[in-house]
C-alpha cells in the first residue's frame, strides 16, 4: 500500500477533503501533538436537537478517534495522548462517550471554550502547538486560532463560513464528509496516514497484538474527569464515573 505524501493527499482530495496547508507540513505538526480535543455538536453528529435527537455519535467515528489514539501512541513511542471533548451544552451522550472511551476529560456548558482550552493547557502541562483539535463552527474559532493541528468538519450550509476559515487559515483540513456522515474519521484516517503508521495500525489491531493489547490497557487505565464552569468563571470538577 503506497504510504506517501502524494498518495494521502490524492485520495483525501479525490473524495472531497481540502488541506490548507501541505500534507507534509501538517505531518511535521503531528510531530508535536500530546493532546487530541473534539468538539461534539456538529462534530460527532449534524448537531440536531430536540424531537428525540440527542447529540449522539457513530460506532465508525469512535473507531477512528480510537485508532488515531493507537496511532499518536505509537507515534510518540507509546505515550498515550490526552483525549477531551470541549462542548457548549450539557451532552449527557458526550459524558457517557468519554467514559467509555476512557477520555481524560470533558468540559461541558462551556460557551467562551478558550476557557477549556487555558485549563487544559495548565492542568496537563500542555503547549498550545501540541493540541489537535476538531470542531465545526464560530464558536471554536477562540481554541483553533490557537492550537497546532486543526480539523474543520464540514457541512453544506456553512457556505460563507467555509470562505472564511479557508481565507483567514483557521484550519489545516476541511473534511469531505459531514459531521453527521463521519467527517471524524475521514479525518481520523488522514491523520493516520500522515503519522505514517495507518498499516501498521490496522494490522496490530486485527492481530489483537501485543502491542495493541498493551496500548488498551494504557487507555482503558484512564478514568475521565468532569468539568463546568460556574456563573463567577471558576473551573470545577463536576463529577467523576
Keep these: 500500500m503506497d504510504n506517501s505524501l502524494e498518495h494521502t493527499q490524492h ?4 473524495k472531497g477533503g481540502v488541506f490548507i496547508i501541505p500534507p507534509f507540513v501538517l505531518a511535521q505538526k503531528l510531530k508535536n501533538i ?12 449534524e448537531g440536531n436537537k430536540g424531537g428525540g435527537n440527542h447529540s449522539g455519535f457513530s460506532e465508525i467515528d469512535s473507531m477512528g478517534t480510537n485508532m488515531l489514539r493507537f496511532s499518536t501512541w505509537l507515534k510518540q513511542q507509546n505515550s498515550m495522548p490526552i483525549s477531551a471533548i470541549v462542548t457548549g451544552a450539557n451532552n449527557e451522550v458526550s459524558l457517557d462517550f468519554a467514559a ?8 461541558f456548558g462551556f460557551t467562551d471554550k478558550k476557557l477549556a482550552l487555558k485549563h487544559l493547557m495548565e492542568d496537563c502541562g500542555l503547549k498550545s ?3 489537535a483539535f476538531f470542531y465545526d463552527d464560530i464558536l471554536d474559532l477562540s481554541i483553533a486560532k490557537e492550537v497546532g ?3 474543520f468538519v464540514r457541512s453544506d ?5 467555509s470562505e472564511y476559515v479557508k481565507h483567514y487559515q483557521l484550519a489545516d483540513y476541511i473534511t469531505a464528509y459531514s459531521g453527521g456522515n ?3 474519521r475521514e479525518a481520523s484516517e488522514m491523520l493516520m496516514e500522515l503519522n ?3 498499516v501498521k495500525c490496522v494490522e496490530e489491531r486485527v492481530a489483537f497484538s501485543d502491542t495493541y493489547a498493551k496500548y488498551l490497557e494504557d487507555r482503558n487505565s484512564r478514568s475521565t474527569v468532569y468539568y463546568t464552569k460556574n456563573n463567577d468563571g471558576k473551573i470545577t470538577e463536576h463529577y467523576t464515573p
Design 129 to 131: 502547538e501540541e493540541i
Design 182 to 184: 463521519h467527517g471524524v
Design 11 to 14: 485520495i483525501f482530495e479525490t
Design 149 to 151: 493541528v486543526r480539523v
Design 100 to 107: 467509555r472511551e476512557h477520555f481524560d476529560k470533558v468540559y
Design 196 to 198: 505514517f503508521n495507518f
Design 157 to 161: 450550509a456553512k457556505v460563507a463560513f
Design 34 to 45: 500530546k493532546a487530541i480535543l473534539f468538539d461534539w455538536d456538529g462534530v460527532f453528529n
